[in-house]
């Protein structure tokens, strides 16, 4: 079945560090994938999403690249801020008749410090 | 953009008791909602998807008489726990999916669900 395997944290870094979240999946399709981020106390929110081959998602400055060769979706920012301290959850999609489901990664704890 | 409602956001309860959470599509029609099931520190469990005025599909694992889920309109779907116990504690979201969009899911802020 489908699966996404995301880095370990939690994470920590430096005010205007540079962030980068593996991120890589088995799927048996053509899966489209995503980051969400969850706040504290919060549902989830999407980040940005690629739906096929080479696609670049971004918002906020930050981008992931789908890259099929090596199913991956690697999550980066040049400069992270305080304000970016939250859980980033990896995720994709099967379009399945009906069923769009998504399914996750176990989530990457990120902590941002002045 | 769209939003979703979600509600409680915390609840107590007594153990044997049964609780209730709402999730609402405040500007849009929702075709399809999901539930999910978050431990500590762990990924977004999907417990069930449900369709507008059909049964829910539940994943494997999931008892059906233990989690209610009625989603008699397009705005709305609602998850009842039956007799909570503690081992029910955890975080559960809810997501919606707008009709004729693919992958334009939209998530609830989750219910934090406490038994005591």
């Known amino acids: 079945g489908d699966s996404v395997t995301q880095m370990e944290g939690p994470v920590t870094l430096s005010e205007e560090a540079f962030l980068t979240i593996n991120c890589t999946y088995t799927a048996t399709g053509y899966p489209s994938l995503f980051w969400y981020v969850q706040y504290p106390g919060e549902g989830l929110q999407l980040l940005l999403k690629a739906t096929k081959a080479d696609d670049k998602g971004s918002n906020k400055g930050f981008e992931a690249t789908y890259r099929k060769e090596t199913t991956s979706f690697h999550l980066e920012k040049g400069s992270v801020q305080v304000s970016d301290s939250a859980v980033y959850f990896c995720?994709?999609?099967?379009?399945?008749?009906?069923?769009?489901?998504?399914?996750f990664g176990t989530g990457t704890r990120l902590t941002i410090i002045p | 953009g769209a939003v979703v409602s979600q509600h409680p956001s915390r609840v107590i309860c007594k153990s044997g008791t049964s609780v209730k959470i709402e999730c609402r599509s405040l500007?849009?029609?929702?075709?399809?909602m999901f539930w999910y099931r978050q431990f500590p520190k762990q990924s977004l469990m999907l417990m069930a998807t449900?369709?507008?005025?059909?049964?829910?599909?539940?994943e494997q694992g999931v008892e059906k008489d233990k989690f209610l889920i009625n989603h008699a309109s397009l705005t709305l779907s609602t998850l009842t726990v039956t007799s909570a116990h503690p081992e029910d504690s955890s975080f559960y979201i809810c997501s919606a999916r707008e009709g004729g969009t693919l992958y334009g899911y939209t998530f609830g802020s989750g219910t934090r669900l406490t038994v005591v």
């Open positions: 500007d849009f029609q929702a075709t399809t």
């Open positions: 449900s369709n507008e005025g059909s049964k829910a599909t539940y």
């Open positions: 995720a994709l999609s099967e379009s399945n008749f009906g069923n769009e489901k998504l399914t």
